[in-house]
C-alpha cells in the first residue's frame, strides 16, 4: 500500500522520503493517533508527509480496527535540520526527543536562527523529553530509545510487533555516513545493539528501506572508515589531504567534505596545519 508516496513498510507503519530521495521520513498508525517520525528537510515535504499521514490514518479508520486520525506526536531522532525543518507547519501536537537530541536542536536553531527566520521556518521544540527510552503503549507499541553516535542525541524508533525500526542517522545505506559529529565507539556499540533486535525492516535515515542486513552493512562501513582514518592519523597525514584521500576512497560528496574534515580534526584528532576552519552542524 502506497499513500501519497509513503509505502506500508510493515503492519500500521509506512515510511518514504523527500522528493529529491534526501533523507527519509515515516508514521505509525495507533489506536492514539498518527506517530511521525521525523519530518524531513522543507516545508513542502513536512505538509506532504502530514498529508500522508492523515490520509492513511483516514483510510484504516474505514476498517475493523479504531484508528485516530489526527497526529498526536511525532519523534526526532536527532537534531539536524533536515530531520525536523518539515515539522513547521505541523499543528500542536506531542514532540518527543531525547535529551541530547534536545540539546543539539537548541544550538541548531540558534546557529540557523537568521536563515530560519527568513525563510519562515520554525521546527517544532520538543515537549516531552527522556533520557534513555520511552514505551508508547499505543496499539500498537512503540519504543524510542536513545542510542548516541552520530550526532549530540540518536535514537531510534521500533515498533516490535510489525518487527520496523526507524535508526535515524545511525544507519546511511547507499551512501557515505554524515560524520561531523560522530561519537565513533558509541556509533559501533548502537549498531551492535541494534543487530540483537528482532527486526525485519529498517528504515534508515538515508538510502532505501531494507532488511535487517543493513545494520551490519552500516557497521562494517563505519569500521572500515575509522580503521583508515586511525592509520593516517598514524601516519601524520593532516586533515586537509586525509579528507581527500578518504573523501575518494568512501564516496564523499563535495558537500559533504568539509564535514569530513570537521569530524576528522574534532573527533577523530587528525592534526590541522591549514588555513581556515569547518562547522560540523547542519543537515544530514
Not at 492513511?56 to 506526536?73: I, L, R, S, Y
Not at 521546527?123 to 534513555?132: A, H, M, R, S
Not at 535515515?205 to 569500521?223: D, N, S, T
Not at 577523530?268 to 596545519?273: A, E, I, S, V
Request: net charge negative; with cysteine; proline share 5%.
Amino acid at each position: 500500500m502506497v499513500v501519497a508516496g509513503f509505502t506500508r513498510v510493515g503492519g500500521p507503519v509506512f515510511a518514504g522520503s523527500d522528493k529529491e530521495d534526501r533523507v527519509n521520513a515515516g508514521f505509525v498508525l495507533t489506536g492514539k493517533g498518527v506517530l511521525v517520525v521525523d519530518t524531513l528537510v522543507t516545508r513542502e515535504d513536512g505538509l506532504a508527509l502530514l498529508e500522508a499521514a492523515r490520509s492513511a490514518a483516514a483510510g484504516a479508520g474505514e476498517g475493523a480496527k479504531p484508528v485516530v486520525v489526527a497526529v498526536t506526536a511525532l519523534v526526532y531522532t536527532h537534531e539536524h535540520s533536515d530531520h525536523t525543518i518539515g515539522s513547521t507547519d505541523f499543528p500542536p501536537c506531542g514532540v518527543l526527543a531525547s535529551e541530547g537530541t534536545t540539546r543539539g536542536l537548541r544550538v541548531e536553531l540558534e546557529r540557523m536562527a537568521a536563515d530560519f527566520a527568513g525563510r519562515g521556518i520554525a521546527p517544532k521544540t520538543p515537549t516531552l523529553v527522556f533520557e534513555t527510552r520511552v514505551r508508547l503503549p499505543w496499539d500498537p507499541e512503540v519504543v524510542v530509545a536513545e542510542l548516541g553516535g552520530h550526532a549530540e542525541g540518536s535514537s531510534v524508533v521500533y515498533v516490535p510487533s510489525a518487527k520496523v525500526l526507524f535508526t535515524g542517522d545511525l544507519v546511511f545505506r547507499g551512501r557515505a555516513a554524515w560524520v561531523g559529529g560522530i561519537r565513533p565507539e558509541r556509533w559501533l556499540a548502537a549498531l551492535r545493539v541494534l543487530e540483537s533486535w528482532d527486526v525485519d525492516v529498517v528504515v534508515p535515515g538515508h538510502g532505501p528501506v531494507g532488511g535487517r542486513e543493513i545494520l551490519a552493512e552500516q557497521r562494517a562501513w563505519l569500521e572500515c572508515f575509522l580503521a583508515r582514518a586511525r592509520e593516517l592519523r598514524t601516519e601524520g597525514v593532516p586533515a586537509r589531504q586525509a579528507t581527500a584521500i578518504l573523501g575518494d576512497e568512501f564516496g564523499f560528496t563535495e558537500r559533504q567534505r568539509e564535514n569530513l574534515f570537521f569530524g576528522l580534526r574534532r573527533r577523530l584528532g587528525l592534526r590541522h596545519d591549514e588555513e581556515g576552519s569547518a562547522g560540523g552542524g547542519g543537515a544530514s
